[in-house]
Every structure is written in C-alpha cells, then in structure tokens.
C-alpha cells in the first residue's frame, strides 16, 4: 500500500513540472515608473524595457504585440500609439489633481502574456486670464475696407480658444465675421469733411473660460465728393417771351453748394437778370424765320471749392406778327378829278407785305386802275345833286405767312360850282387841289 502511494506521488510531481514547464513565462512587462505631469504637457508611456527573462534565441519567447490602455482615473485620455512599446497623449484640463492608471499588456510568440501598470499624476495648474488686445486705433476714409485686429491677443497658459467682436458706437457697420481674430468691413459714407467714430469691443476667452475685453476705436473721415450741375433741359421758346433758367436740380452729396454762376457761351448777347442765382431771366429778343439757338453754361460751387459745370440750350422761335394796313389819310376832291388812294406805308414786322388789295365799300361805284398794287387810282364821279358824295375804301395787306390785316379811307367827292352858283358867273376857276385846300381849311 506504502509502495502505491509513492508511486503515485511521484507521478504527480512529473505531471507537475511538465505543466510548469509548458506554461513558464519568460518575459516580463514594463510599463515604465509613475509620472507627475502639469495639464497641457505631452505625455509618454514607455514599455521598451519589457524584456524576455531568459536570453535563448526560442522565437517563442519573443514579445508579439503590446497594448496599452487606461484603466482607471478621471477623464479619459486618448492614446497615441497604444500598440506600441511607447504611447503617448496630453494630460487634460483638470479642476483638481487627477491621477490616471495605465495598463500594458505584452503577449508573446507563444501565447502567453504579461502586464505592467503605472501611474500618471495630473496637477491642476491654475489658469491665468487670457489679455484681450483689440489693436490701435484707426484713422480711415469713407467707404473703404477695415480690418481689425486681435491677433496679438494673448493666454499665458493654454491660448486663446475664442474671439467675439461687438460695435458698441457709431453707426452700423456689418462685420465679415465677428468671432474671427481678424474681420474686416467698409466704412460707411459721411458727409462732406466731416469725421465719425465707430468703437469695437474684443472679448477673448481662454480654454479654461477666464475672458477679457478690450476696445478700439476707428475714426472715419469723410471725403468731399464734387457737386453735380444741372443747367436744366434744353427750351423752345418764342421770341419776346421772358426766359427762366433753371439750375435748382444741381446738387452736392456733402455740404451743398455755395455759389451758381451763369455765362451765355453762344448766341445774340442777351441780358441776365442776375447770372449767380438759381434761376436767372432774360428775354427772348425779336428773331428772323429761321429762330436762334442760345447756349447757357451753369457753374456751381461747393463749400469746399470743387466745381461741376453743365450747359443748356434755348432755342428762340420766330413768331409771325401781323401786318399793319394803312389805306392813307381821308382824301376831299372835286368831281371828274384823278384820285390816287396810297397804301405805302402799310408794313410788316417780319418778312414784309406779299399782296394788296383794294375794295370800294361805299359811295357810287368807281373803278379803281388797279386795286392790287400798293397805290391804285380812279376818276371821281360827277354828281347833279349838290352836296358832298363820300366814297370808302378798303385795303387788305397780306404778308408772306398769309397774316392779314386791313385800314380805310374816306374820299369826298364835290362840285364847286354846282355848291357855289356865283362862281361860274364871275368867271372864277378853282381846281381840285385848291378846293381840297379849302375844304381841309
């Protein structure tokens, strides 16, 4: 029985050693010494001194794979080459000290395996606020592009992690983007040499949340633009008429404009009313069939002495007038006398008179030598009756636009002897032209 039991505790111990022996480790893991570190630093976790124990050249005993991993510790961290002997990541924010654990685990050709661990420590560092530089001021023109600038805002512990620019004065500008270091805008316009201010404010945040502000003012300047002149739109107008000019839709985008100055640059000489107003007159002078053309060039000033010039044009049309009729001054005569009616002196105004024309209107009838020319003459009938015997006549002047215009005359017809019986007795003889002495006496 003795026999058996030694029998069976030595094949137990064989067994045993076989087991050890397939089942031995020859390597160990090292996964480095514990480290303290501040946030922000780069850390590394270093396993190369992970050796096999025994120094054969067995490829079974030589390190497959490592792996690293975090295992305990608040907050999680992303490795950097955790397959591989040395690992890496940055220690994070943290509000208190952390302390971080980490695990490498090696395995071998031949399927067995070891692990190492180590410790990271993470000091809370505290975070100093960020400064906040919004740039030096500007001075710019009107209607150009601003950049502004926060670049040489500064943090010294982890940088800058946001910009956000605010306009707090002036008027409304459109910033590109305003959480950028850099946005820019355009200036707005303003009037005449006038300037305007326009303030920004910088706020800048660190990673921790501490923030900062800081200003800057831009200050813009206007630029005088020139005035625009308008003399006004061309005119047709009739001769004798009173002409306005008109340069009141001139205008200046800055000050407005202070002084017009009118000059007439072609056409008859003409008299302005007054050449440095708004609106000066003249009037139109008397023109031939043709018409004339007067050109008017207006000049206007603004307050800072710049100038725009602008002409307009007056085209003066000729009026037809009518013609004036004149038949000649009431004529008394004896009978059987040679009358000559006269109308020389009818006239006209513009292109002069075309055709005359004689009418008898009243009185006993007479024929007339021609009652087309300007002068016509007849014979002045007898009469048996005593007492003068008026005869009218007419005149009708055309000139060449077909305007008429007509005048009469009065004739008186007598007989001397017939009013006067004593004369023939005594032999006495008067003729026409005495007698229409007498009688105008």
């Known amino acids: 029985m003795q026999a058996k039991t030694s029998f069976f505790v030595a094949m137990f111990f064989i067994l045993f050693l076989q087991t050890v022996a397939a089942s031995r480790v020859f390597a160990d893991a090292d996964a480095g010494p514990d480290q303290t570190v501040n946030e922000g630093d780069t850390v590394y976790l270093d396993g190369s001194g992970s050796t096999p124990e025994d120094d054969d050249d067995d490829d079974e005993d030589k390190i497959n794979s490592y792996l690293w991993e975090q295992v305990k510790g608040k907050p999680k961290v992303a490795l950097t080459g955790a397959d591989q002997p040395i690992a890496s990541?940055?220690?994070?924010?943290?509000?208190?000290?952390?302390?971080?654990?980490?695990?490498?685990?090696?395995?071998?050709?031949?399927?067995?395996?070891?692990?190492?661990?180590t410790k990271v420590k993470v000091l809370d560092k505290k975070n100093d606020s960020p400064t906040a530089d919004a740039g030096p001021d500007q001075n710019v023109n009107e209607e150009t592009t601003v950049t502004l600038d926060g670049s040489n805002s500064s943090d010294p512990d982890d940088g800058i992690k946001s910009y956000l620019w605010k306009q707090i004065t002036g008027p409304s500008v459109n910033l590109s983007d305003p959480q950028t270091a850099q946005p820019t805008f355009t200036s707005p316009g303003v009037a005449g040499n006038k300037s305007i201010s326009l303030t920004f404010e910088l706020t800048v945040t660190d990673f921790g949340g501490l923030l900062d502000t800081d200003t800057t003012v831009v200050n813009v300047t206007g630029e005088n633009d020139p005035p625009t002149a308008d003399a006004g739109p061309d005119?047709?107008?009739?001769?004798?008429?009173?002409?306005?000019?008109?340069?009141?839709?001139?205008?200046?985008?800055?000050?407005?404009?202070?002084?017009?100055?009118?000059?007439?640059?072609?056409?008859?000489?003409?008299?302005?009313?007054?050449?440095?107003?708004v609106q000066p007159t003249f009037l139109a002078p008397n023109v031939g069939t043709d018409g004339v053309s007067f050109i008017f060039e207006l000049t206007v000033t603004d307050f800072s002495s710049l100038q725009s010039t602008d002409t307009t044009i007056v085209n003066v049309i000729w009026l037809n007038d009518p013609p004036s009729a004149n038949a000649g001054v009431d004529q008394a005569v004896l009978e059987k006398s040679t009358v000559t009616l006269d109308g020389s002196n009818s006239s006209d105004p513009d292109d002069g008179i075309a055709l005359y024309q004689w009418k008898q209107i009243a009185g006993q009838s007479v024929t007339l030598s021609d009652p087309t020319d300007y002068q016509t003459t007849f014979e002045a009938p007898s009469f048996d009756d005593i007492g003068d015997k008026p005869?009218?006549?007419?005149?009708?002047?055309?000139?060449?636009?077909?305007?008429?215009?007509?005048d009469s005359t009065n004739v008186t017809v007598s007989n001397f002897e017939k009013d006067n019986p004593g004369a023939s007795g005594g032999g006495c003889f008067i003729d026409s032209a005495a007698y229409g002495f007498l009688v105008a006496q």
């Not at 994070?92 to 190492?116: H, M, Y």
């Not at 005869?391 to 007509?406: A, D, K, N, R, Y």
């Open 89 to 117: 990541f940055i220690a994070p924010q943290v509000s208190r000290d952390r302390r971080l654990t980490f695990k490498l685990t090696i395995r071998f050709a031949s399927g067995s395996k070891d692990t190492d661990e």
């Open 391 to 406: 005869l009218i006549f007419e005149l009708i002047v055309t000139e060449e636009g077909g305007l008429q215009s007509s």
């Open 235 to 277: 005119q047709n107008v009739d001769e004798e008429t009173t002409v306005t000019l008109d340069g009141s839709n001139s205008s200046d985008p800055d000050d407005g404009i202070a002084l017009y100055q009118w000059k007439q640059i072609a056409g008859q000489s003409v008299s302005l009313s007054n050449p440095q107003s």
